[in-house]
């Protein structure tokens, strides 16, 4: 073990890696300073996705389960793995919350509302759990299911759509019960920026069948201008011309996202305006929403991580991330624990918020820069966390050359970084959380459209040493989990107990 050197754990969101392709947007960028990195310092691949982080074998990474990870030091069970335990056990057919809801509905007479993601990206939810939902609420006779829709284009391929909303008329028809009654994008559905005037759109769509009306659920396709992210909030009528969808008191709300982060906002919108009215929610995975809303499968525990071990030791940590990755560098990373660290300070970095991030791909990046090279001036603070969310957020665009400019951008925040752990004797310890930006085109076999989402590559671990330090390179397969167990290492600490992963460097 080292004898404790202060340094500088510097997350690039979205920093997988591949060989260079037309696909891959890092590669095609002009990034001399990493290069010069990943040719010089002592460097791996770490496994960022499927089971070696606690995702379903061949599953995408994320930002919830990357930070996670990198945060505790071992694979933590996530919530699509737990909820498609319930269902490939057959459990949920006996879910008992589940249950006492269904039996309500059909002995009431009340309508079951199916809110969430339809698609198979598998980072906020997998159509499949809709699927197996509807089946249950069959047997169970309830007597009327509704489906609000939310489109994607953002962890699948933009333009699917179609496809998406076909398999769930599939599942709806499968099941003989249920109808499409809203179909909405992700853009407004899945806002987390804090914007409410779009939540509220979906809301009154849910709520008072306000929106655009449309005769069948494919047409609500044709009124985006934005692709399937900013599918406007629409409402499928009846033969009556009223909409099919709005919630009546005591229905069942049931949100069928796994993943919480963007599906909170909605949650406790919906949660509020229908107070009073008898409606029962639940979702499918534990919620950090302000309502207490009964989950079907509760979350397991990603605590005993790094942020126990720092505060144990009394060391001094400062987080820092745009506002985009704020929690993942603060709440996810300490293991989904809201608590207040008295060791622990947080900067979340505000700034222009581009509606549209090709325009700035740069976007608050020189604040975020900035933030650290202060926090790296301090002696009280012998570990800075930073999270640089550009090659992530940018990538999601799916625009290729945007996204080379936000990797050109975060190879000049990274020499910045260096250069003030040089100064100040740190170590700046670089890695990704997931792959994203490598790989900006689907395979080719499907066509080779633009792909904004994420991968299941591996990601770059890299070490720059504090001047003098002297470090070996890593040896053997590294995964996430390696990065607290490395942290500590270099801190001159020992990983904690629970720690599965091992020191790299
Ligand atoms: O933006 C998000 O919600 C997801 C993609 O859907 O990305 P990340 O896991 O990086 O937050
Ligand atoms: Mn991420
Ligand atoms: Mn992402």
Redesign the pocket.
């Known amino acids: 073990m080292n004898a404790g050197t202060p340094g500088i754990l510097l ?1 690039l ?2 920093w997988g890696h591949a060989g260079p392709s037309e696909a891959n947007a890092l590669t095609a960028a002009a990034t001399p300073y990493l290069d010069g990195l990943l040719a010089d310092c002592p460097a791996v691949l770490a496994e960022a996705s499927g089971t070696a982080v606690g995702l379903l074998p061949g599953t995408v ?3 919830e389960i ?2 996670m990870v990198i945060g505790a030091g071992r694979p933590v069970p996530y919530d699509s793995v737990l909820v498609q335990e319930e269902i490939s056990s057959g459990r949920m057919r006996s879910n008992a919350t589940l249950v006492e809801v269904l039996n309500r509905l059909s002995a009431a007479g009340g309508t079951l509302h199916l809110v969430g993601l339809c698609s198979d990206g598998m980072i906020h939810a997998d159509v499949q759990h809709l699927r197996e939902l509807l089946r249950i609420a069959a047997r169970f006779s309830v007597p009327a299911v509704r489906v609000h829709a939310i489109t994607d284009g953002r962890d699948v391929a933009d333009h699917t759509a179609a496809a998406y909303l076909g398999l769930v008329e599939g599942f709806v028809a499968e099941a003989g019960v249920g109808q499409v009654a809203t179909v909405v994008g992700r853009g407004y559905a899945l806002d987390k920026s804090g914007d409410l005037e779009l939540t509220e759109k979906v809301s009154l769509a849910l709520v008072d069948g306000k929106g655009e009306a449309i005769g069948e659920p494919q047409e609500a396709l044709e009124l985006t201008r934005r692709g399937d992210e900013w599918v406007p909030p629409c409402v499928v009528t009846g033969a009556d011309g009223r909409p099919l969808g709005p919630v009546r008191d005591g229905d069942a709300v049931l949100f069928t996202n796994f993943r919480s982060d963007r599906i909170q906002q909605l949650a406790d919108d919906l949660y509020r305006r229908l107070a009073g009215r008898g409606v029962t929610f639940l979702s499918l995975a534990q919620y950090d929403t302000e309502a207490a809303i009964p989950p079907l499968v509760h979350r397991s525990d990603a605590g005993g991580g790094l942020a126990a071990e720092l505060a144990a030791h009394g060391v001094r940590s400062v987080r820092i991330a745009e506002a985009e ?1 704020f929690e ?1 560098v603060t709440y996810y990373l300490n293991g989904r624990d809201a608590a207040v660290v008295p060791v622990e300070e947080h900067v979340r970095v505000t700034g222009d918020v581009a509606p549209d991030y090709t325009a700035r791909p740069e976007m608050n990046l020189d604040r975020v820069t900035e933030a650290v090279v202060s926090a790296a001036g301090r002696d009280d603070v012998p570990l800075v966390v930073a ?1 640089l ?1 550009n090659i ?1 957020v940018v990538g999601h665009t799916g625009h290729f050359d945007a996204t080379r400019r936000a990797a050109e951008h975060t190879d000049r925040a990274v020499e910045a970084v260096c250069h003030a752990a040089r100064a100040t004797g740190r170590w700046v310890l670089l890695v ?3 792959g ?1 930006a490598e790989k900006m085109l689907t395979d080719a076999s499907a066509g080779a459209r633009p792909y904004g989402g ?1 991968t299941t590559n591996p990601v770059p671990a890299v070490l720059v040493p504090a001047p003098g330090q002297q470090v070996a390179a890593p040896a053997g397969p590294a995964t996430l989990a390696d990065i607290a167990p490395s942290v500590l290492a270099l801190l001159g600490l020992a990983p904690a107990p629970r720690m599965t992963g091992r020191p790299l460097w």
Do not use: F
């Open positions: 997350v969101d979205g990474g994320n930002s990357g930070h990755k993942h999270n969310a992530d990704g959380d997931h994203n994420h």
